[in-house]
């Protein structure tokens, strides 16, 4: 797959070739110009790149799939009466603090110095002691904090078909942080089942219910080095395919909530605004590819990051999520106003506390700002969530903060029963 990439030394060994075909015309570079047409040759029949499968599944798909099976309204009383949780449900976005013991034992194990026996069981004594302390904190939907993951787009590629890696080819993210972007080379498919062993396992570990999680195929595509030999809809298509799959077989397994991250969707937005329309179509229907095929008793969550919302929010509307949670807190909720004005009908859970900072926020702080999204939502429309998720994060920063959410969130239950 080598000969048809190219990274910084092999760019400039291009432009090497195309400055001696200018000046000393090409039958000097005749060879490597004949290497460079068997390469595109290649490409363009190699089955690494092209899979019939893929390209006849896709081809099948219809509208229909891109519709759950009830309007919201009906989902939610089913889904009232499958999960049964109180006013002001409280949850996570979904990762837990990697912490440097966490980063330190998958690193040996990349390394080939800890073996999988005891990297499974590492990571599963981490899920576990997520899955307690959720439980003594008293939040009522749980994560199993994601403790397996590298990262949220890289691990989703290193087990689809369709993506390759680099060793190094570290690209900075934010802050100091940085991440190894996937290189979507090919049709992309679903081998085998991504994330249900641990889903199941976490749920085996509390009554509580257990979101599965997931990202979404336009983040991925959006966080990936994409192939250029066909739109980038089609790439997201299959994606969105593949993720589906995923989707249906947490259901299978017993998954109740399932969220689907579009953290990048705004971020695809291209550059001419005349252009807009036509990729958030193709986002927002391939979003519901992913997510639609679900009983209307499986709630579909999704998170997206910090964004102007305002100028989409008729095409987050046409996502139809379930949940849609936001990040709220540095704002003051102002970000509501334009889904009251929306009058978006689903759920959402507003961010109540900037996850970006160390501070850990004051449960009267985040009862202002609940109380402030009930000026805007109802009630029943709200979720109590961070602002993100919690990777970045210590377990001594978080611990407090999300005890001090719960007992927010008790406060907000309190004072809906004294308005009955």
Avoid at 187 to 212: C, E, F, I, N
Avoid at 226 to 246: F, G, H, N, T, Y
């Amino acid at each position: 797959m080598t000969q048809w990439l190219a990274f910084a030394v092999q760019k400039i060994e291009e432009l090497s070739i195309l400055k001696r075909a200018l000046n000393d015309g090409r039958k000097t570079v005749a060879a490597e110009l004949a290497a460079s047409a068997r390469a595109v040759a290649n490409r363009r029949t190699s089955p690494h790149i092209h899979d019939a499968t893929v390209a006849a599944r896709l081809a099948a798909a219809s509208p229909a799939m891109r519709d759950r099976r009830s309007p919201y309204a009906v989902r939610q009383a089913a889904q009232a009466d499958m999960l049964d949780l109180p006013a002001f449900p409280t949850t996570t976005i979904g990762s837990f603090p990697q912490t440097s013991a966490v980063r330190h034992v998958r690193a040996e194990h990349d390394r080939g110095n800890l073996g999988d026996a005891a990297y499974q069981q590492f990571l599963r004594g981490e899920t576990e002691r997520a899955i307690r302390w959720q439980e003594d904190v008293g939040l009522d939907m749980l994560v199993h904090g994601e403790f397996e993951r590298n990262d949220m787009v890289q691990y989703f590629g290193e087990r689809l078909s369709g993506f390759a890696f680099t060793a190094g080819g570290w690209v900075q993210s934010y802050g100091s942080r940085c991440v190894r972007p996937p290189i979507l080379l090919g049709d992309v498919s679903r081998p085998a089942a991504m994330t249900v062993d641990w889903w199941r396992y976490a749920q085996s570990l509390t009554r509580k219910p257990v979101k599965g999680m997931l990202t979404g195929p336009v983040t991925i595509l959006n966080w990936s080095f994409v192939r250029d030999d066909q739109p980038r809809e089609i790439s997201c298509r299959q994606i969105a395919l593949a993720i589906r799959d995923e989707v249906a077989d947490l259901e299978a397994a017993g998954a109740r909530a399932i969220q689907i991250d579009e953290a990048a969707l705004r971020e695809g937005l291209p550059l001419r605004k005349r252009d807009w329309q036509h990729y958030l179509d193709w986002a927002v229907d391939c979003f519901r590819l992913s997510a639609a095929g679900v009983d209307d008793a499986t709630q579909i969550h999704t998170h997206m990051c910090y964004s102007e919302f305002n100028d989409i929010l008729p095409d987050i509307g046409a996502m139809d999520t379930d949940v849609i949670s936001i990040e709220t807190a540095r704002s003051q909720m102002e970000l509501l106003e334009g889904f009251a004005r929306y009058h978006y009908p689903n759920a959402i859970g507003p961010g109540v506390y900037d996850i970006h900072a160390p501070r850990v926020p004051l449960q009267d702080e985040m009862v202002a700002l609940m109380r402030l999204a009930q000026v805007h939502l109802r009630p029943e429309q709200l979720w109590v969530n961070p602002d993100c998720g919690l990777k970045t994060r210590k377990w001594d920063e978080v611990k407090p903060a999300i005890a001090a959410m719960v007992a927010a969130a008790r406060t907000l239950r309190a004072d809906l029963a004294g308005r009955a």
